[in-house]
């Protein structure tokens, strides 16, 4: 039975989303990750989507909020953004949290084609540094 973990940012719409399916793609025996949004915007970044596309991720996730996890448990709380950090709610404390920044790319300047790369390493550095501490 894999752990279940619960991925947090503001919006659940770039970041907490990219880590919520690599953590699937990659983990899927060992780990069961959801994601959520202090303040959820509703939808999920094109570009968010686009760069997991690149790595062979379809993901398929909708911007949700922290209540529609209310009363379930989980082994590990990640939040992504500072915001989130400190306005996770308190009865996600159950668990271990976890703090593992990273910048919203959604905030990069530019177009598309500006942002893309910016979304690329965040990709890059969720993959590495959240797969690393979930293997730890």
């Known amino acids: ?3 279940r973990v619960l991925v ?7 970041r907490s989303q990219m880590a ?8 899927p025996g060992q780990w069961h990750a959801y994601s959520a949004g202090t303040q959820p915007s509703g ?6 989507l ?20 209310r009363g379930q448990n989980f082994d590990l709380v990640i939040t992504v953004c500072d ?11 159950k668990g271990k949290r976890v703090h593992i920044g990273f910048p919203d790319p959604a905030k990069a300047p530019g177009g598309e084609e500006e942002q893309m790369p910016v979304f690329r390493q965040v990709r890059d550095d969720i993959q590495k540094r959240i797969l690393a501490y979930l293997n730890g």
């Not at 919520?20 to 983990?27: G, K, R, S």
């Not at 690149?54 to 529609?68: D, P, V």
């Open 8 to 14: 947090l940012c503001t919006g659940n719409s770039c």
């Open 50 to 69: 686009r760069a997991l596309a690149e790595i062979g991720i379809q993901h398929a996730g909708q911007s949700k909020s922290t209540e529609a996890f």
């Open 20 to 27: 919520e399916a690599i953590i699937n793609h990659f983990l």
């Open 83 to 93: 915001d989130a950090a400190e306005n996770c709610p308190v009865w996600l404390g």
């Open 1 to 3: 039975m894999p752990k």
């Open 43 to 48: 939808y999920v970044h094109p570009l968010a």
